[in-house]
């Protein structure tokens, strides 16, 4: 079966078409009738910027009104500021040390054989699966995909929208490293419509496949992966024409907002959007900005098309619906662009959990989470069997009120794991603690309720030293709790 899905896979690749695999017995749906369909849906690099959660300068309406009939989680954040680590972790509900996840090269499961991902999971208790896009790091290649999916599409971008005219606002990446994607485009955009893009492809399929599942009354599990706005910020020029001015939403910072932090905290990818350390470039990133804003709206539009179809087949009374990001993104904060850090801005992600009559819907909650706990919610409601012990929480307790919590901070990390990793943190409702390279002079506390874009340091503040030597305790249990499993 693996050679046979690889085979598809490379299939796939060459031509850009679609694969299916095996679907689920009839026994398996007859036993399954009754429990809730699920809609998870995953952006790629999507930061916390959308309208809900108070960010102005992005249009983002079907987001925003899914998450007022949701519980907003406002204070979830991701496992590893890095696409294929903070995925394996939310598939397993194991943190990426376990995992065997913690750089972008190791396998899925090297450290924890035998463990099976959330789509795997959902289709041996009966439900049909159906995949889009990016749910896994690597959907064209990745082992572990094998048993997931009844049916699993990547679309590719249509050449044809080169027919509706020339691209514009094109800029390539500067070539100020030797990897090979440092010169690709950074942004660019048709006159093309929608429907010649993967995602608005993969919103068509998933509303394709509500359509069917209605019909056959099997209980389905659907994850649409949007491509975007990770780059290349590629979608059609409408999108960019609603942000023909940015420069309000350009980041301007202090050259001192690094006086008293580690430096260890400071990444180099800045260097790869041609920028320079501790330097301001107001138009470059104004460029760069927009086209980020418009590949969220794009991705809006798309959910909202999906949500419509849901209410239209009469299935939203049915269907427990998520929203979230792989990680955050830097535009700017603290002179960083892109993820791999452990600020706020790499570590959140707006998260949305929409459960049918559930007394949370419309409410926000402080809450420290993880999508880690994303597959144990799941489990909760959706009563499925689960061979491996996961490290993850079910935020059922949240989502049934809002005023509950199910821990005080969350943990992430940051870095290769040997010969020890680069930086931890632990996330909670008003503090944030981070330490590197397991030094206790190298950390970092900033009081989110206060300080939310973190550029004061409480750490260097004697008073605070108490509190300090609390999270630095903190820091070395949980890393032996999770390694203990």
């Known amino acids: 079966m693996m050679k046979k899905l690889k085979l598809c896979s490379l299939i796939m690749m060459a031509a850009g078409l679609s694969f ?34 108070g960010y102005s300068h992005v249009q983002t309406p079907n987001i925003d009104k899914f998450a007022r009939s949701a519980l907003n989680f406002h204070r979830a954040v991701v496992q590893y500021p890095m696409c294929g680590p903070s995925r394996a972790s939310m598939l397993t509900g194991l943190y990426c040390e376990k995992v065997g996840q913690d750089t972008g090269e190791a396998q899925m499961f090297q450290y924890s054989p035998g463990v099976r991902i959330m789509p795997q999971i959902f289709r041996d208790n009966g439900y049909w699966t159906g995949g889009l896009g990016k749910i896994s790091h690597n959907p064209w290649q990745d082992p572990e995909l094998e048993g997931s999916w009844d049916e699993f599409h990547l679309f590719r971008l249509k050449e044809e929208r080169k027919k509706s005219g020339p691209s514009k606002y094109s ?13 690709r485009i950074i942004y660019q955009s048709h006159p093309a419509d929608d429907k010649y893009y993967p995602d608005a492809q993969s919103a068509e399929q998933a509303i394709s496949w509500m359509k069917e599942r209605k019909e056959d009354g099997q209980p389905f599990f659907i994850a649409c ?10 979608c059609p020029e409408k999108y960019y024409d609603m942000y023909a001015d940015s420069s309000a939403a350009v980041v301007h910072e202090e050259v001192s907002d690094w006086d008293n932090r580690p430096i260890h905290a400071k990444n180099s ?16 990133a104004a460029g760069i900005v927009r086209a980020y804003h418009a590949c969220i709206t794009y991705v809006d539009a798309q959910f909202g098309k999906i949500m419509d179809a849901l209410d239209e087949q009469g299935l939203s009374d049915n269907t427990i619906v998520v929203f979230t990001s792989d990680h955050g993104y830097h535009l700017g904060e603290h002179f960083l662009w892109a993820k791999f850090s452990l600020f706020d801005e790499s570590l959140r992600v707006p998260t949305f959990i929409r459960v049918p009559g559930a007394n949370g819907n419309g409410k926000t909650t402080k809450s420290p989470v993880g999508l880690i706990d994303l597959l144990p919610t799941l489990q909760d409601y959706c009563g499925l069997d689960i061979a491996h012990k996961m490290q993850g929480k079910s935020l ?12 005080e901070y969350e943990y992430s990390i940051w870095g290769k794991r040997e010969p020890e990793l680069k930086g931890r943190s632990l996330l909670g409702e008003r503090y944030h603690f981070i330490q590197w390279l397991d030094n206790e002079n190298e950390v970092e506390l900033y009081d989110l309720e206060k300080d939310p874009g973190e550029h004061v340091n409480l750490a260097r503040h004697p008073e605070y030293g108490a509190m300090v030597k609390n999270f630095l305790k903190m820091v070395q249990e949980k890393k032996r709790s999770i390694l203990d499993l």
């Open 171 to 183: 800029m390539r990446c500067p070539v100020q490293n030797d990897k090979k994607w440092s010169e």
């Open 396 to 407: 059922r307790p949240i989502v049934d009120d809002p005023s509950h919590s199910v821990k």
């Open 225 to 234: 992966g949007f491509l975007k706005p990770h780059n290349p910020y590629t």
């Open 20 to 53: 299916a695999v095996q679907a689920s017995s009839p026994d398996e749906a007859k036993n399954a009738t009754k429990r809730p369909n699920v809609l998870f849906v995953m952006c790629d690099d999507l930061a916390n910027r959308v309208g809900v959660n």
């Open 269 to 284: 990818f800045f260097n790869t959007y041609g920028f320079k350390w501790k330097e301001n470039d107001p138009e470059r």
